[in-house]
T-cell receptor, first 112, second 113 residues
Framework: NAGVTQTPKFQVLKTGQSMTLQCAQDMNHEYMSWYRQDPGMGLRLIHYSVGAGITDQGEVPNGYNVSRSTTEDFPLRLLSAAPSQTSVYFC???????????FGPGTRLTVL | KQEVTQIPAALSVPEGENLVLNCSFTDSAIYNLQWFRQDPGKGLTSLLLIQSSQREQTSGRLNASLDKSSGRSTLYIAASQPGDSATYLCAVYSGGGADGLTFGKGTHLIIQP
């Protein structure tokens, strides 16, 4: 099993550009989520999904969009990047919500 | 709103010592608590998951305890090694609302050879 995979590992964007951060898991987990990690702030929940076709907002959802068309994939879209979105983004999954969560290696995003 | 605090923020100890990392949370109505390790520039590795009905969990040299009523958890590391150097994160799952983990800011641990 590859576990939770994320692409790309690094990305630099200009303000106003859009992009999609990819996340996939091969463990047949129903629950998937996105977090951002900022210095001094800890990890904060952006969006989550309890199964294919179901998504919901976390603590800091503004400026981000998600969809869950398959069990395996949970992409995170930045529609119009802003410098405040410079961060490290982590995707996580678990068998069901509330179970042990497993994290991907992260995507380091810089918005100029 | 659930808040998680980890003390100390940083810790440096000689190799071989036993040590304790602390985690506290403001709302005792949690389902479980998870301890993670994060190496520089890497993702999070799950160490231990304690359900709200449990008092402790052990994995190798690691032992995590949970006192739900007082809102506290500790991670005990026995016979520390330089390879244990990392940031240790505590996270609680409370369910409801924003249905994910609430994290502390971590304890940065350095084990001196």
């Amino acid at each position: 099993n590859a576990g939770v995979t994320q692409t790309p590992k690094f990305q630099v964007l200009k303000t106003g550009q859009s992009m999609t951060l990819q996340c996939a898991q091969d463990m047949n987990h129903e629950y998937m989520s996105w977090y951002r990690q900022d210095p001094g702030m800890g990890l904060r929940l952006i969006h989550y999904s309890v199964g294919a076709g179901i998504t919901d907002q976390g603590e800091v959802p503004n400026g981000y969009n998600v969809s869950r068309s398959t069990t395996e994939d949970f992409p995170l879209r930045l529609l119009s990047a802003a410098p405040s979105q410079t961060s490290v983004y982590f995707c996580a999954s678990s068998f069901m919500k509330g179970n042990e969560q497993f994290f991907g290696p992260g995507t380091r995003l810089t918005v100029l | 709103k659930q808040e998680v605090t980890q003390i100390p923020a940083a810790l440096s100890v000689p190799e071989g010592e036993n040590l304790v990392l602390n985690c506290s949370f403001t709302d005792s109505a949690i389902y479980n608590l998870q301890w993670f390790r994060q190496d520089p520039g890497k993702g999070l590795t799950s160490l231990l998951l304690i359900q709200s009905s449990q008092r402790e969990q052990t994995s190798g040299r690691l032992n995590a305890s949970l006192d739900k009523s007082s809102g506290r958890s500790t991670l005990y590391i026995a016979a520390s090694q330089p390879g244990d150097s990392a940031t240790y994160l505590c996270a609680v799952y409370s369910g409801g609302g924003a249905d994910g983990l609430t994290f502390g800011k971590g304890t940065h641990l350095i084990i001196q050879p």
